[in-house]
Each structure stands twice: as structure tokens, then as C-alpha cells.
């Protein structure tokens, strides 16, 4: 299996930056109050790019084999995920106005930007490792 750790690692990085892109634009589109990001069509594109990149995170972590609660930075990036997945829940569901939504819209992209950090650093300060 390592010897597609290349192939499987572009994959995965392929997959956060067309996840997070499409999350963004889909949250600015709600934002300036569109209806179009809630499209089913959309949402289960957004479904099949998540899988796609937490499959190729488990084939990377089973290759390399580092696993949360055992190396730090993998423990804050998964649990980092979680906050972010939560923030955009938060931001995606229906009430919340314009301010709110964008306040949890722009708190899941700074997630979004930590966790990246932390992956590129393998350290759980991320950016903030020095």
C-alpha cells in the first residue's frame, strides 16, 4: 500500500481544497441570501467530496501510520474537524440571520485554515508552532 502513499496523499489534498472551496462559496452564497447552495444537488456533491477526502485521510493514516490519541497533531486535526463540521452545520441550517450566519461561516474557515496548518506542520499548534 505505500506505494500509492503519493497517489493517495494528492487525492486527499485535491479533496480539501475542492471541499473547502465549495463550502465557501456555498456559505457566501447563503450569506448574501441565495437559495442555491441548499440545492440537493450541491449538498450531495459536498457529501461525495467529503468522503472521498476522509477515506484517503484513513488510508494515509493506516500507511503511515500515525492515529489520533497517539500523535498530537492527528488528535487536535480530528478534533478540529469536528468543530469545523459543527460550524458549518451551524451556519448551513435555517434562522440564523445574516450576522450569525456569517460570524459561524467565518469562524469554520478560520477552522478550516488552522487544520490545514496543522497537517502541513504535523504539529498541534499548526501556525502557531515556531
Aim: charged share 10%; glycine share 10%.
Amino acid at each position: 500500500m505505500l506505494e500509492y502513499y503519493p497517489e493517495i496523499r494528492s487525492i486527499h489534498i485535491a479533496a480539501v481544497v475542492v471541499s473547502g472551496s465549495l463550502f465557501a462559496v456555498r456559505g457566501l452564497g447563503l450569506i448574501i441570501g441565495k437559495r442555491w447552495p441548499l440545492s440537493p444537488p450541491l449538498r450531495y456533491l459536498s457529501y461525495t467530496i467529503d468522503t472521498i477526502l476522509l477515506t484517503a485521510a484513513l488510508l494515509l493514516m493506516t500507511i503511515v501510520r500515525q492515529y489520533p490519541l497517539v500523535h498530537g497533531w492527528l488528535t487536535v486535526k480530528v478534533g478540529l474537524l469536528v468543530l469545523y463540521i459543527a460550524l458549518g452545520i451551524m451556519a448551513f441550517r435555517p434562522g440564523p440571520g445574516a450576522g450569525v450566519r456569517f460570524g459561524l461561516w467565518t469562524a469554520a474557515l478560520l477552522v478550516y485554515a488552522f487544520i490545514i496548518s496543522v497537517a502541513m506542520s504535523h504539529h498541534p499548534l499548526g501556525y502557531f508552532a515556531a
